[in-house]
């Protein structure tokens, strides 16, 4: 399979997103923000998400195929969520035009200013509006897969 284009990743994330708040199985007991790989290859992700104080980006979860990882464990305090996330196996990412700061390197950083002259990597990362809900899941497919999004 060829690897993905930024458009195709970016394309096939708004058609998730535009699948709405589709459950899948049941919803669990905890109230979580996960991410599942739906793909047939390692995946990482980067989150970025507002705290308390100001902008937070962390990474890397490294995810194989058909496993899922909690990001921010408990109940969600933001409505938008923002991911960035790499094919390592076919090449590819899915990405936005939120940009972050992120590294090679597993990382937390505060603050989106200024990512290069801080020394770090700027990156598009994908928003997922969760509606204020309290948990959230994330699920990224393969482009010929329906991807969905659920609370």
Same mark, same amino acid.
């Given at each position: 399979?060829?690897?993905?284009?930024?458009?195709? &990743?970016?394309?096939? $994330?708004?058609?998730?997103?535009?699948?709405? %708040?589709?459950? %899948?199985? %049941? +919803? @669990?007991?905890?109230?979580?923000? &996960?991410?599942?790989?739906?793909?047939?290859?390692? +995946? /990482?992700?980067? $989150?970025?998400?507002?705290?308390?104080?100001?902008?937070?980006?962390?990474?890397?979860?490294?995810?194989?195929?058909?496993?899922?990882?909690?990001?921010? @464990? /408990?109940?969600?305090?933001? &409505?938008?969520?923002?991911?960035?996330? $790499?094919?390592? !196996?076919?090449? /590819?990412?899915?990405? /936005?035009?939120?940009?972050?700061?992120?590294?090679?390197?597993?990382?937390?950083?505060?603050? $989106?200013?200024?990512? +290069?002259?801080?020394?770090?990597?700027?990156?598009?990362?994908?928003?997922? !509006?969760?509606?204020?809900?309290?948990?959230?899941? +994330?699920?990224?497919?393969?482009?010929?897969?329906?991807?969905?999004?659920? &609370?």
């Amino acid at each position: 399979m060829a690897p993905l284009s930024q458009l195709t &990743r970016t394309a096939l $994330i708004a058609l998730t997103i535009l699948a709405g %708040t589709v459950l %899948t199985g %049941t +919803v @669990p007991a905890l109230a979580d923000f &996960r991410m599942c790989n739906r793909t047939g290859g390692m +995946v /990482g992700v980067a $989150i970025g998400y507002r705290d308390t104080k100001s902008w937070v980006t962390e990474g890397w979860w490294n995810l194989p195929p058909d496993q899922c990882e909690t990001l921010i @464990p /408990g109940p969600l305090n933001s &409505r938008f969520y923002y991911i960035y996330a $790499i094919d390592y !196996d076919q090449g /590819g990412e899915w990405s /936005g035009k939120a940009f972050m700061c992120t590294r090679e390197k597993k990382f937390t950083i505060n603050g $989106i200013e200024e990512c +290069v002259a801080r020394g770090f990597e700027r990156t598009g990362f994908f928003e997922i !509006d969760t509606g204020e809900q309290r948990t959230w899941t +994330v699920q990224l497919t393969e482009p010929t897969q329906a991807g969905t999004v659920s &609370r």
